[in-house]
């Protein structure tokens, strides 16, 4: 464990003489000693495992409550040690164990990703896997009584909270749950999230080949951190890989609304532009007018469908290209253009879906393509859930910037999706930390007192 200095005050030569911290700070299992050793040591633990605790109680989550879908990580450490650690930490450990890490599927709609799970990560000094779970935030009032339920509330944890909702429902969490948000903006912890995630998951990236070709469409993976795709992976093993990301880049999230930001370098971003015909606009005209219950009931109908009975395209305007200005004759001149026509009657629910999911994707690329053109920058990084089980839209959006950028800018996916958020508000973490070791020297604010900030 990374003792952060001041935690070490006092006991660090002793700790650095038994081996039990490493010298760059990583925590490591006492070799065999003998016994007035392992007492000398085993004092020595207690009384940095008082102080860890002390800086920031485990278990730590992280909680993106969006528009739609409220988003929780769960850090859950595998280094832990039976000496290390209080014995409580460990209690507690195992039971969200028991509850959370051992099923997929929570209430009504609660559902863990399994798939997506990352092991051998380090947040705050600490190693350990992130467990990806989501419910709708419309259920947010019962996900609280769960959590009183089942005592998780009294487990002294740290939650750190982003999201429109970590405003809305801090009240409710602290008044019945005693619980206080540390909480983070959630672009911020947006743009954290995807560095941490990119960083420690070498196949998070990926983008398409013939996105439109049925037949030739592949999906390569993009090392973002040495900037070359897989496949290239073999040939250039001898080069030196750059250690972290390549700026700039823009970012086009797409959840219930649309936010388009440029990143510059690390904590360098600025939200460029936005739009509220995203994940939102497109699950509820799906609501709308074909009666879908769920977001899944959407995409499948969409993959069904054909929008050019919905959309009127250049083609029918023109009968063939608008050559003089570059317009194809398949391009969508008006979106759900035919749904006045006399023959709207043949239009089918499945045609509305794939047109609402082609109008969504057109007015967002044409947005996030203009931020990338007008700052000059040539790859744009599409997250968020609407794009879960969504390859129709990401193959859109890539074919999209490849055409209208007459190849000069790239679409990149993500496969954590919608998760950056509740990942890079962990990042409250280290400043929690901070602040209280602050604290405890007597200089700044206690963080439990100010969680706000
Ligand atoms: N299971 C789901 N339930 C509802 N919407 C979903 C689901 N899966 C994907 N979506 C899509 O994702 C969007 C929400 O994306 P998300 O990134 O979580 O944004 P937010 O933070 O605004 O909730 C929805 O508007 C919808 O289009
Ligand atoms: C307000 C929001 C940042 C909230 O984020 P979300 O929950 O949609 O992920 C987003 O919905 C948004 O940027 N809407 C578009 C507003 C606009 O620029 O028109």
Not at 174 to 195: N, P, R, T
Not at 415 to 430: M, P
């Amino acid at each position: 464990m990374s003792c952060p200095q001041n935690m070490l005050n006092g006991v660090a030569g002793s700790i650095l003489e038994n081996d039990v911290v490493d010298s760059d700070g990583k925590r490591r299992r006492i070799p065999s000693l003998s016994l007035p050793q392992r007492e000398n040591a085993f004092l020595i633990m207690i009384q940095i495992s008082h102080s860890i605790v002390d800086d920031l109680p485990m278990p730590w989550f992280g909680l993106d409550i969006g528009g739609t879908l409220t988003k929780l990580v769960y850090f859950e450490p595998t280094d832990t040690d039976e000496f290390i650690d209080p014995e409580t930490e460990r209690l507690v450990a195992k039971t969200i164990h028991n509850y959370l890490v051992s099923n997929k599927a929570y209430g009504e709609a609660g559902v863990r990703d399994v798939y997506l799970q990352l092991n051998n990560v380090n947040i705050n000094a600490r190693t350990g896997v992130i467990h990806f779970i989501r419910f709708p935030t419309e259920r947010m009032p019962y996900f609280i009584q769960l959590v009183k339920s089942k005592g998780f509330a009294q487990m002294s944890s740290t939650v750190c909270a982003t999201g429109g909702g970590a405003i809305k429902y801090s009240k409710d969490a602290e008044q019945e749950l005693g619980i206080q948000f540390y909480k983070a903006d959630e672009l911020e912890s947006l743009i954290k999230g995807i560095e941490f995630v990119a960083a420690n998951n070498p196949d998070e990236c990926f983008y398409y080949d013939n996105p439109l070709d049925e037949e030739k469409c592949r999906k390569f993976i993009w090392r973002w951190s040495s900037a070359r795709c897989s496949s290239t992976d073999e040939e250039r093993k001898d080069e030196h890989v750059k250690d972290g990301l390549q700026y700039p880049y823009v970012v086009c999230n797409i959840g219930s609304g649309v936010s388009v930001l440029v990143v510059r370098g690390k904590s360098q971003f600025e939200r460029a532009s936005g739009s509220s015909i995203g994940g939102g606009f497109f699950a509820g005209l799906c609501c709308m007018l074909c009666k879908c219950e769920t977001f899944e009931e959407a995409i499948e109908l969409a993959a069904r469908g054909d929008n050019k009975n919905v959309d009127k395209l250049v083609r029918d305007i023109y009968g063939g290209d608008y050559d003089s200005v570059g317009l194809p004759g398949d391009t969508v001149a008006a979106s759900f253009g035919k749904c006045c026509a006399s023959d709207r009657e043949k239009i089918r629910v499945e045609d509305l879906a794939r047109s609402a999911l082609v109008t969504t994707c057109n007015n967002i690329g044409s947005i996030a393509l203009n931020v990338a053109i007008s700052h000059g920058i040539d790859r744009i990084v599409f997250v968020g859930n609407f794009l879960r089980v969504n390859p129709i839209a990401s193959r859109h959006l890539a074919h999209a910037m490849n055409f209208w950028s007459k190849g000069t800018k790239k679409a990149l996916f993500l496969s954590h999706e919608g998760y950056f958020g509740a990942v890079g508000c962990l990042d409250k973490l280290v400043d929690v930390t901070e602040m209280r070791r602050n604290h405890r020297n007597g200089n700044g604010v206690d963080p439990v007192m100010h969680k706000d900030s």
